[in-house]
């Protein structure tokens, strides 16, 4: 006892100095790699969450300036403003009406979405025609002195080609004490009856706080409604389309590159001349527009973040310190509970290493769930191991049983054999051939029965004599069934284990034909299937009831059943006990219509 104390005392001093060496340091490490694993994630997690907020803004975007095309789409498809300007472009007599005309058209246009300023229509003589809201003129456009270009360098850019195009956000100027910025969409003018004739481009301009709200920065004084993050529009000449603070609108921001990640280093320090965030953690994060020819840009300020890690990782080493002197002591009780709960396995494992199967290792509360899991598992296998052997009893107590009832039946056939050929040259002597082709099939059988019972043989030489046993039958029957054995070709020279069918056949014959009126048919097959040979045989017999079917392909036999199906039990039995798991065999029938068997047992070299 003295020594079992002592290791006792060892083990526990070396799973307490065990824990103490290997937790502090991988607890530190673990730490400060948890703290930039989840700095990581975080940055990881907040630009996919940034390109896909880019992904819902440039959607957005695409599905505004959609909706205003269509604007567009009703001015430059429109017949009677169509044929309104080409009449104008004709310098008639009665221009002021007809301009009126189409002023109080595009009117009707206007209202139909919320941030149109101005429509207006430029002829190929750079005459314009327009309603404007912002001015209130009919003579004087809001925005046309302060786009940066002539009348006609404007309408060479839009009647070039037959697309929508952008020009950029500019300042228009200062009604009402607010001051408007407007960006515009172009479109030349087409009469569908001559494509390619020039009659004039229409130009809607629009309010780019549409574009602030879209990006997020929806006050329009400078203010995002996320103060670490905002997003803003810079078109492919590297100008101001949309920005938070309007003095940017309109001016050149960065040198326009076709690679993303220049202009993304370029977005970045822009931003730092701005002075919008710390340096440290600020991200860019860029989608192209292809329809707007223009890069939406999302500028994140990750320093709250990075703080809040920090502030984490602190309070983590802190709660850390307290905890390490706290799981010492608890690992000392629990390592007490451990060593106790071991000792009580080890002292099962030795009763029933010395053959005591029944021990078991008593489960109580305080044993530690690792422990349990083994003790439990170490109980389920005691208990297989001593099911496996009441198994193995009677495994051997049934060969034995049918080794002796092999032994009894080998006396009788033999006498019979010797007796038989006597009686077959008696039959020969009076010209009896009939009698003596069945004493020879007898014969036949019996000796192919004698030698070696438990044999194997080819599947040729089964077969073989199993139709001298069927020819014995319909002899004796009188031929009142008719018989066919199928057997595939490939089958032939396999090896089984002999007389595995006769007792299935038998059954059909004996018991499945017995007061069944009508042709009865019994027919075997005999075929590969997946490396196995499986054998099916079938009868239009009386059948079985379906609750003792199912009974019997539950290995379940009535006690105190009909002989047939006693014989069956031992025949399934023998299969099982020669193939083991790897043989199946399956009952199927129908009252007073069949019954199918079908064994599957294994193709081995030697069977």
Not at 159 to 179: E, H, L
Not at 455 to 477: D, G, H, N, P, S
């Amino acid at each position: 006892m003295k020594k079992s104390k002592n290791y006792r005392s060892s083990l526990t001093l070396r799973l307490i100095l065990a824990f103490i060496a290997t937790s502090i340091i991988p607890i530190i490490l673990y730490n400060f790699f948890a703290y930039y694993n989840t700095a990581k994630i975080v940055n990881d997690n907040m630009q996919e969450l940034t390109r896909t907020n880019l992904a819902q803004v440039a959607n957005s975007v695409d599905v505004w300036i959609e909706s205003y095309e269509d604007i567009l789409f009703q001015v430059y498809t429109n017949d009677d403003i169509i044929a309104m300007v080409e009449h104008i472009n004709q310098s008639p007599d009665d221009l002021t009406l007809v301009t009126g005309q189409l002023r109080r058209n595009l009117r009707g246009l206007f209202y139909t979405k919320e941030y149109v300023k101005a429509i207006s229509i430029i002829t190929p003589s750079q005459d314009m025609v327009f309603y404007d809201l912002l001015s209130g003129y009919m003579t004087k456009s809001s925005w046309m002195d302060n786009i940066g270009m002539s009348r006609q360098e404007l309408y060479d850019i839009l009647s070039n080609d037959n697309g929508t195009n952008m020009i950029p956000t500019r300042k228009a100027g200062v009604y009402n004490t607010d001051t408007y910025y407007l960006f515009h969409l172009g479109h030349r003018l087409i009469n569908y009856k001559d494509v390619e004739k020039q009659i004039g481009v229409v130009i809607v301009s629009i309010d780019e706080k549409m574009l602030k709200e879209i990006c997020g920065n929806a006050d329009g004084e400078g203010n995002a409604e996320n103060a670490d993050t905002f997003n803003f529009i810079v078109n492919h000449s590297g100008k101001m389309v949309s920005y938070k603070d309007d003095v940017m609108l309109g001016k050149k921001v960065i040198d326009w590159s076709d690679e993303e990640e220049i202009r993304r280093d370029r977005y970045l320090d822009f931003i730092r001349r701005q002075k919008e965030f710390a340096d440290e953690y600020v991200t860019v994060e860029i989608v192209y527009n292809e329809k707007l020819q223009c890069d939406i840009v999302n500028v994140s300020n990750q320093n709250s973040v990075i703080q809040k890690l920090k502030a984490q990782q602190q309070i983590l080493l802190v709660v850390m310190a307290f905890s390490l002197a706290a799981l010492v002591a608890i690992n000392i009780l629990l390592i007490r509970s451990l060593t106790g709960s071991l000792q009580n396995l080890v002292t099962i494992m030795k009763r029933a290493g010395k053959g005591e199967m029944s021990a078991r290792v008593e489960i109580h509360d305080s044993m530690p769930a690792e422990v349990e899991t083994i003790a439990q598992q170490f109980n389920k296998m005691l208990g297989r191991v001593e099911e496996s052997i009441q198994k193995e009893r009677e495994a051997g107590e049934r060969q034995k049983n049918a080794e002796i009832a092999a032994l009894e039946a080998q006396i009788n056939p033999h006498f019979l054999y010797n007796t038989l050929d006597t009686i077959n040259w008696m039959a020969i002597d009076r010209d009896e051939y009939e009698i003596s082709n069945s004493i020879t099939a007898l014969a036949s059988i019996l000796r192919y029965g004698i030698n070696k019972s438990n044999a194997i043989v080819t599947v040729r030489e089964e077969c073989e004599w199993l139709r001298q046993y069927l020819f014995l039958q319909q002899t004796r029957l009188k031929n009142t069934f008719e018989c066919g054995i199928h057997v595939s070709p490939e089958v032939l020279e396999w090896r089984v284990h002999k007389l595995l069918l006769q007792p299935f056949v038998e059954n059909s014959i004996l018991h499945g034909f017995e007061g069944k009126k009508g042709t009865h048919k019994l027919e075997i097959e005999l075929i590969p299937k997946y490396n196995s040979l499986q054998i099916v045989i079938w009868d239009n017999g009386r059948g079985i009831p379906d609750e003792l079917t199912e009974q019997m392909n539950q290995g379940i036999f009535p006690v105190n059943h009909e002989k047939s199906h006693i014989g069956m039990e031992n025949a399934i039995n023998r299969i099982h006990m020669y193939y083991g798991e790897d043989a199946k065999v399956l009952i199927e029938s129908k009252k007073e219509e069949f019954t199918r068997i079908q064994i599957q047992i294994p193709h081995r070299e030697e069977a």
